[in-house]
C-alpha cells in the first residue's frame, strides 16, 4: 500500500557543459547581493572553478567573501568562523563550491546567520528547529551526497566527536549548478565511495517494511542499475564524460525525496551506524558506508525478506532458485562483490579501521543516543543489535550472521 506524501525539490537544476557560467545570473535572480563562497581544501582552486565563480559574480556587481579550507566530514568550528565572517559582511546568501562538505557547511553557516540569537549545534543537537535559513546555492564538484538537492546538512563537533545531521526543508538549495567535467578531477577513491553514497541513500528508503508503489520501485531499482553500470565504466575509465553525467545526475534524484514517495521515509540506520563511524574515526562517509551495509544486511534480512528478494532478483540480477532467506543472501553477496569490484571496503578491516570492543560499545550508545529512541523500519535496532552489527563489521568473507536473533515484527507497519 502507498502511504500518503509531500514531494518538495524546488532546487532548480542547471545541468551539463559550461552551467557554471549560469551562476552570476542565478546568484542575482536569488536577490543576492553579499555572498558568501564556501570551499574546500584546494580542488576548486585547482580546477580554476573556483575563480569562474568569483568573476561570474564579479561580472553581475556582486560583493562575495570566501570562506575556503572545509575538510571532509565538516567540522563545526569551521561553521562558527563562517557565522563571523558572515556578519561582518552582512553576507545575506550562501554559495557553496565543492563536495558535500562545503555545501553542508554553508547550509549550516545559513541557519547560524539567520538566527544569531542562537548556537547553530542546537539543531544538530536536536534541542531546538530551525525558523529560519538564508538561501544557498551549490556548485557540486563530486556526485556523493546529494546535498546540492536535499534537505539534509551534516557536521561533526570535533570537540565531542559527534557527527550529527539536521533536516529541514529550509535549507535546501536555491539552485545548483552542476557540469560533470567538474568531477573528472576526484581521486578514484572519491568517485567510488560517491557512487556507494548515492545507492545507500536510494537502498535506505528501498528496505522498509512500511509502504510502497510501483513506480517509486521501478525509479529506485532503474537508479541503482544506472550507477552500477557507470561505476564499473569510470572505474576503468575515469575521464568518462557520460558516465560521470548519468552519475551525477543519480547523486541528485537519490536524494531529493523522490525515491521515497509513498514509503514510511525509509531505515537509514546503515547511515546511522555511519555517522559514528565518521564522528570518531574520520572515514570517507561513502566508504563507510560500504563497510557497513553487508553486515546491517545479513542482519535485518530476515525481517524484511521480500524487499531484500526483490532487490536481489531487480537490481543484483540473482537468478538462482532457493528459499527466500538464500536468495535474499545471494543478493547481498553479489553486492559485495560490486563493492569490492569498484575497490570498496565490505568490512571494517577493509575500510582501515579496527574499533576495540569499548569503541564499539560507545558508537551504539552515541548512535542510539542520535536516534532517539530504538528505530529503523527494516528492522528496529537497539543498542544490543548495533553492537552486534559493528561486531559483525569487523571481518569479512563469512556469512556473519551471527548474533542475529530470529526475526521480528518490531520494525512492520503494514
Ligand atoms: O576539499 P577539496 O579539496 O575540495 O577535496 C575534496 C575532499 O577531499 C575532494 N573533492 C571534491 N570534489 C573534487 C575533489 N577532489 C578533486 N576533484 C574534485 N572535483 O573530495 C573529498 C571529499 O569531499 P566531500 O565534500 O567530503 O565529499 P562528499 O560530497 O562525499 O560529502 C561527504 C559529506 O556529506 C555528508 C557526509 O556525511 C560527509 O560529511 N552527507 C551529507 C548529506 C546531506 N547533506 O544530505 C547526506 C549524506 O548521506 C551524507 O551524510
Ligand atoms: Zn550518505
Known amino acids: 500500500m502507498a502511504y500518503s506524501f509531500e514531494f518538495y525539490s524546488p532546487t532548480k537544476v542547471m545541468f551539463g557543459k559550461d552551467a557554471e557560467s549560469k551562476i552570476g545570473k542565478e546568484a542575482k535572480a536569488c536577490g543576492a547581493s553579499s555572498v558568501m563562497v564556501v570551499y574546500g581544501g584546494g580542488s576548486a582552486a585547482r580546477s580554476g572553478l573556483l575563480e569562474k565563480v568569483k568573476n561570474a559574480l564579479g561580472a553581475e556587481g556582486i560583493a562575495f567573501c570566501e570562506l575556503g579550507g572545509v575538510v571532509p566530514n565538516p567540522q563545526l568550528d569551521k561553521v562558527y568562523e563562517g ?181 514510511d521515509g525509509g531505515d537509514f540506520m546503515s547511515h546511522k551506524l555511519e555517522h559514528e563511524l565518521g564522528g570518531m574515526f574520520d572515514v570517507t562517509h561513502g566508504a563507510g558506508l560500504a563497510a557497513i551495509w553487508p553486515s546491517w544486511a545479513r542482519y535485518v534480512c530476515r525481517d524484511c525478506l521480500p524487499r531484500f528478494v526483490r532487490y536481489a532478483r531487480n537490481v543484483m540480477g540473482v537468478t538462482a532458485e532457493g528459499t527466500e532467506e538464500e536468495i535474499a543472501l545471494a543478493g547481498i553477496r553479489a553486492m559485495e562483490e560490486f563493492y569490492r569490484g569498484i575497490g570498496m571496503p565490505v568490512s571494517l578491516e577493509e575500510l582501515g579501521v579496527r574499533p576495540t570492543d569499548e569503541q564499539i560499545e560507545e558508537m551504539a550508545e552515541r548512535c542510539l543516543a542520535a536516534s532517539g529512541a530504538r528505530t529503523g523500519s527494516a528492522r528496529k535496532l537497539d543498542k544490543a543489535d548495533m553492537v552486534r552489527i559493528y561486531a559483525n563489521a569487523r571481518g569479512s568473507g563469512q556469512d556473519r550472521r551471527e548474533g542475529a536473533p530470529a526475526a521480528n515484527t518490531a520494525g512492520s507497519t503494514q
Not at 542546537?122 to 530551525?130: C, M, P, V
Not at 563537533?157 to 578531477?185: I, Q
Open 83 to 263: 557565522i563571523r565572517i558572515g556578519r561582518e559582511r552582512r553576507v545575506d546568501f550562501l554559495l557553496a563550491v565543492g563536495g558535500g562538505s562545503a555545501i553542508d557547511t554553508a547550509k549550516a553557516v545559513a541557519y547560524g546567520l539567520a538566527e544569531p540569537e542562537h548556537d547553530v549545534w542546537e539543531l544538530f543537537a536536536h534541542t531546538r528547529t530551525a525558523k529560519r535559513c538564508l538561501p544557498v546555492g551549490c556548485v557540486p564538484t563530486i556526485a556523493a551526497a546529494g546535498s546540492e538537492t536535499s534537505k539534509g546538512c551534516v557536521i561533526t563537533n570535533e570537540r565531542t566527536g559527534e557527527k550529527r545531521a539536521y533536516d529541514d526543508n529550509l535549507a535546501r538549495p536555491k539552485f545548483a549548478v552542476m557540469n560533470p567535467e567538474y568531477t573528472k578531477t576526484l581521486p578514484d577513491y572519491q568517485t567510488e565511495s560517491g557512487c556507494v553514497d548515492i545507492m545507500m541513500h536510494t537502498m535506505e528508503r528501498y528496505f522498509t517494511n512500511g509502504g510502497n508503489m510501483e513506480l517509486t520501485d521501478a525509479l529506485a531499482e532503474g537508479l541503482l542499475r544506472t550507477v552500477m553500470k557507470n561505476a564499473v565504466r569510470l572505474h576503468h575509465n575515469p575521464g568518462d564524460y557520460d558516465a560521470r553525467a548519468e552519475i551525477m545526475w543519480a547523486g541528485s534524484l537519490a536524494h531529493n525525496d523522490l525515491t521515497g514517495c509513498g514509503n
